[in-house]
């Protein structure tokens, strides 16, 4: 924006001389005034706008202050990426600059003056938009860190990443079973070893499978996205080992991207995770909002019931061909179960309504599995669920209604694996 006011200014400025060499006249709309009152305008709108963007910048600082302290800090990530903020600050810092080079072509006296009419009633009216474009910023940052609106982002990000990874499509999914390694793998496969540290945040599938097939090898990860990788970690083995050169295993490793800090581009635990630490934060004694917590439950909700529609992607890939070239290590909904529950379940064994609720969902989830694994999941965190209740709420009627939404959502289970049972 500020490369576009900075192109902007040159450009009507050469418009306004080519129109003052050619002595047509001015549309009625277009500022008419001396050049002392465009320096004092342009002076006066440039100042202002500068010392704006100051404020707004301050602003954007306290809401980023009070996100981490309120959500944590992995959510800071969403307030910084946010376009509205980026725009806001782009539209004073531009104006600034435009009304900034404008007023720099202004000449006094009688001969040789030159007043850039265009140039000055366009950044009048950059000013005027600029306004309009503060008042709406101090409507989205009063609203940007209401819980429920950071909460709804987060679960926004979430089902994207379900839809796009759920399946991923890598190449040809071969129906394979389990085992169906080829033989001796174990034994004559390589290592590809990380030549540095941090988190796991991509894996080009597309570039593995391409050299897998060139150098008609198998590959087997060891790693998936959201892992930590500690320098000389094992991210694959390579089959058979005897074909694997230094090239090529330079040419693998490039594959796997390694950075300080986790994404959700191929992370579907990480946006969980998000909606986990702020229902932890909200269960702790110094906040005590319960009622965050619940929202976000409901959220993950949602999302596993959106999951368990899908289908799982298979770990292995195979060429165009058929051969088999790549093993992945793939996400499975029983591990994303944990990763939404375990947490929260843990925290909040002594409140009653979040215990309830927790319940709830599974029931609720129950209705979307399909699955046999998925609904031992389902029914493995219930029992647990209970259990804790039986153990750590103090009232008698609290666990009566603990116990009475985990017998519905046994009974949501036991119906759904039985017809689950029998489609397959």
């Known amino acids: 924006m500020s490369a576009g006011a900075i192109a902007l200014a040159f450009a009507t400025v050469a418009l306004d001389d080519a129109l003052s060499r050619a002595g047509i006249q001015r549309p009625s709309w277009v500022y008419a005034g001396g050049a002392q009152g465009a320096s004092t305008m342009l002076g006066a709108i440039a100042g202002s706008m500068i010392t704006i963007a100051g404020v707004v910048f301050s602003l954007t600082l306290l809401t980023l202050s009070l996100a981490s ?5 992995r959510l800071l990530r969403n307030f910084l990426r946010d376009l509205v903020n980026q725009v806001v600050i ?57 819980v429920d609106q950071v909460i709804a982002g987060v679960f926004d990000e979430l089902t994207n990443a379900i839809d796009r990874l759920f399946p991923d499509r890598l190449g040809e999914q071969a129906e394979r079973p ?72 330079q040419q693998l490793r490039d594959a796997f991207v390694l950075g300080p800090q986790r994404t959700p581009a191929q992370d579907v635990e990480f946006s969980i995770h998000q909606l986990v630490e702020i229902a932890v934060r909200a269960l702790s004694p110094g906040v005590n909002d319960p009622f965050t917590a619940i929202r976000c439950v409901d959220r993950l909700g949602s999302a596993l019931c959106h999951l368990a529609e899908r289908e799982m992607p298979a770990p292995y890939r195979s060429d165009p061909e058929g051969k088999l070239r790549l093993v992945a290590h793939p996400t499975t909904f029983p591990r994303l179960v944990a990763a939404s529950f375990d947490q929260i379940r843990q925290a909040s064994r002594s409140n009653a309504a979040l215990t309830i609720r927790l319940l709830e969902v599974i029931a609720g989830i129950a209705d979307c599995a399909r699955r046999p694994e998925d609904l031992a999941a389902l029914r493995r965190h219930a029992e647990m669920i209970e259990r804790g209740s039986r153990e750590a709420l103090p009232e008698e009627n609290d666990r009566a209604d603990a116990l009475e939404r985990y017998r519905a959502a046994s009974r949501r289970l036991q119906e759904r694996h039985g017809s689950g049972q029998a489609s397959y």
């Open 69 to 73: 302290t309120q959500f944590g800090p």
């Open 90 to 146: 782009g539209s004073f810092v531009a104006t600034f600059l435009y009304c900034l080079l404008v007023l720099r072509t202004i000449r006094h006296g009688d001969e040789g003056a030159f007043v850039p009419h265009l140039s000055v009633t366009i950044g009048v009216l950059m000013a005027v938009a600029s306004i309009a474009v503060l008042i709406y910023f101090v409507h989205h940052v009063s609203s940007s860190i209401q």
């Open 178 to 249: 389990s085992e169906a390694l080829p033989e001796g793998f174990e034994s004559d496969a390589r290592e590809i070893r990380a030549d540095g540290a941090g988190y796991l945040q991509r894996i080009d599938g597309a570039r593995l499978l391409s050299l897998s097939a060139e150098a008609d090898v198998v590959v087997r990860l060891d790693r998936r996205p959201g892992h930590y990788v500690l320098a000389r970690d094992i991210l694959a083995h390579v089959w058979p080992g005897v074909r694997l050169d230094d090239t090529l295993t």
